[in-house]
């Protein structure tokens, strides 16, 4: 069974930072692509950041570029984002996800229907 589990959320004061991890298991993704996503409160599920396959390239949402930065370790099948100067706009459910289809590709892959796997969110409150 193929399952991705986010963990390392928590309440932090503005100004600080936290680090999410995404494992995988039940299939190898260090071919995939893959992403960060979080819903705000009330809203939908919106883009974060992405990497692809063997950390050639990786995207940012304008909101997070500077302070929030992706990377991989395919030795341990997991992906990571580290969060620094934290904002409570950045108050969140946050997921990866995983796009096992994308071959050689190395554009920006930012939409939902564009990955094939999820985990299933870890919670980010940053208190003013």
């Known amino acids: 069974q193929v399952q991705l589990v986010e963990s390392g959320g928590g309440l932090v004061q503005a100004g600080g930072s936290l680090r999410l991890s995404c494992a995988a298991s039940?299939?190898?993704?260090?071919?995939?692509?893959m992403g960060w996503f979080r819903q705000l409160p009330g809203k939908e599920r919106e883009f974060v950041a992405a990497?692809?396959?063997?950390?050639?390239?990786?995207y940012y949402a304008e909101s997070v570029k500077g302070r929030f930065t992706v990377s991989r370790d395919n030795a341990k099948n997991t992906v990571y984002l580290q969060m620094n100067s934290l904002k409570p706009e950045d108050t969140a459910v946050y997921y990866c996800?995983?796009?096992?289809?994308?071959?050689?590709?190395?554009?920006?892959?930012?939409?939902?229907?564009?990955?094939?796997?999820w985990g299933q969110g870890t919670q980010v409150t940053v208190s003013s």
């Open positions: 996800a995983a796009d096992a289809d994308s071959g050689q590709y190395y554009g920006l892959r930012k939409n939902e229907y564009e990955y094939d796997y």
């Open positions: 039940g299939r190898t993704f260090s071919s995939d692509y």
């Open positions: 990497i692809t396959r063997n950390s050639v390239t990786t």
